[in-house]
């Protein structure tokens, strides 16, 4: 049996239903991603985007950074938390799609406060000279841990990570020698437990989000 046939599938509608209501701008969203990209499940879902919302909000940054924007989903999420003088970094290398982030972000609340970065993230991440009070690590998880590297110098006392995937669909508790996306999760999560300079704990909400405080 795979680890999605395991969820409680009436336990999830029950989840939702008792989530804030996620704003009209989202439901659009949601509904333009499944209908124009091939890759609709990568959008966060509903409940991890109020997960999002409200963490952001007990945070009130004021510099989010967030890797791998795809349509913008969680990007939106995470700037209903933005301090009023605060702004949200959000990196993708996808061209193709950028029109659909770039039109929401237009529409929202926080046109002003959102920065879409196209390119390489770990190029443009190296450019942007920032301490980040929240960061938000959802790409290409080969890269998870130069991303983790990258960042890590970046943060003060209180920042917060939040790294998605990380059960990779029950696949971190399997050997997949030759699968490097596996082997960068498990790594990661073994590196952030190990180290002195974090406090952490693996939400097992969806796929899995890695809470992880800089002490
Ligand atoms: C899972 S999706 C992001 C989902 C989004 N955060 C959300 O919650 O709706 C991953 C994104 O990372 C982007 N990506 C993958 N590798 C990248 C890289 N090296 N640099 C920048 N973006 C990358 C992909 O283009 C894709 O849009």
Redesign the pocket.
């Known amino acids: 049996m795979s680890y999605f046939e395991e969820l409680d599938l009436p336990m999830d509608r029950y989840l939702e239903a008792h989530a804030s209501t996620e704003p009209d701008i989202l439901k659009k969203l949601r509904k333009e991603t499944y209908q124009k990209t091939t890759q609709p499940h990568?959008?966060?879902g509903y409940l991890?985007g109020r997960l999002l919302s409200i963490l952001s909000k007990m945070i009130t940054p004021k510099n989010i950074l967030?890797?791998?924007?795809?349509?913008?989903?969680?990007?939106l999420c995470l700037a209903e938390g933005l301090s009023e003088d605060g702004k949200i970094y959000t990196?993708?290398?996808?061209e193709d799609?950028a029109y659909i982030p770039q039109k929401y972000f237009q529409q929202s609340d926080y046109a002003s406060q959102i920065e879409f970065i196209l390119?390489?993230?770990?190029h443009?991440i190296k450019n942007l000279d920032i301490i980040w009070d929240l960061v938000?690590i959802?790409?290409?998880k080969e890269?998870y841990e130069n991303y983790l590297q990258l960042i890590k110098p970046k943060l003060k006392s209180g920042s917060i990570i939040l790294i998605?995937?990380v059960l990779w669909y029950g696949k971190v508790l399997e050997e997949h020698p030759n699968n490097k996306a596996t082997q960068q999760i498990k790594l990661v999560n073994k590196i952030v437990t190990e180290d002195p300079d974090f406090e952490n704990l693996i939400l097992p909400l969806r796929d899995g989000i890695h809470l992880i405080r800089k002490k």
Do not use: C, V, W
């Open positions: 990568m959008i966060s991890q967030e890797i791998g924007t795809f349509t913008g989903y969680a990007t990196l993708d290398k996808n799609l390119g390489d993230a770990a443009t938000f959802d790409a290409d890269n998605d995937n």
